[in-house]
């Protein structure tokens, strides 16, 4: 059972910037995929980036060219800088990993990230 666990999330103005991470407690090095939901408040949990163990990346259209994203397989952690911030960016930010057919495995718990205008 691999552990997730968020950091770096905050408030923060438009046009501001955040970096998230989530650190493993074992290898990702196993894990096809990693990557980022968010919940907004009424909303529900959408996708905003992910990426493959070899690398390839899917972005969500909202964030496209704001947020990259990133893996360090050696340090066991992802990342995803969040870049010109909007106030629609404010939700509760989930790290998730290693999908299959049913949708990510494992969860952490989530970090709030709030944008005020």
């Known amino acids: 059972q691999v552990q997730l666990v968020e950091s770096g999330g905050g408030l923060v103005q438009a046009g501001g910037s955040l970096r998230l991470s989530c650190a493993a407690s074992e290898s990702i090095f196993s894990l096809n995929y990693m990557g980022w939901f968010r919940q907004a408040p009424g909303k529900e949990r959408e996708l905003v980036a992910r990426?493959?163990?070899?690398?390839?990346?899917y972005y969500a259209d909202s964030v496209k060219g704001r947020f990259p994203i990133s893996r360090d397989n050696a340090k066991r952690t992802m990342y995803l800088q969040m870049d010109s911030l909007k106030p629609e960016d404010t939700a509760v930010y989930y790290c998730?990993?290693?999908?299959?057919?049913?949708?990510?495995?494992?969860w952490g718990q989530g970090t709030q990230v709030t944008v005020s205008s």
């Open positions: 998730a990993a290693g999908w299959n057919v049913n949708g990510p495995r494992y």
């Open positions: 990426i493959s163990i070899s690398g390839s990346k």
